[in-house]
């Protein structure tokens, strides 16, 4: 069984950050893919960034140089780190993997940055 924990979410400043954390519950993490996604009220879910088994990294354009995702293998957990967050940040963060055709997400955690 696969279950996927976010934490870290909270309030901050515009200019501030936050690192949200991933952990893990499934078989040879340090062989998977994963991913974090994020989506804001009335939006659809996006991309946020993601990292390979390779630890090949990829980020959309609204968050390059300012996000950093990472992995610990060893702590089967996955990071994200989010640096001069603003406004249009908010949103609930998902962590997110697949195994084959299965797709899994964890319950998500709330960034919201407001002054």
């Known amino acids: 069984q696969v279950q996927l924990v976010e934490s870290g979410g909270g309030l901050v400043q515009p200019g501030g950050s936050l690192r949200l954390s991933c952990a893990a519950s499934i078989s040879l993490f340090g062989r998977r893919n994963m991913g974090w996604y994020r989506q804001a009220p009335g939006k659809q879910r996006e991309l946020v960034a993601t990292?390979?088994?390779?630890?090949?990294?990829n980020y959309a354009d609204s968050v390059k140089g300012r996000f950093t995702i990472s992995r610990d293998d060893a702590k089967s957990t996955v990071y994200l780190q989010m640096n001069s967050l603003k406004p249009e940040d908010t949103a609930v963060y998902y962590c997110?993997?697949?195994?084959?055709?299965?797709?899994?997400w964890g319950q998500g955690t709330q960034v919201t940055v407001s002054s």
């Open positions: 997110r993997t697949s195994i084959g055709f299965s797709v899994y």
């Open positions: 990292i390979t088994s390779g630890r090949i990294t």
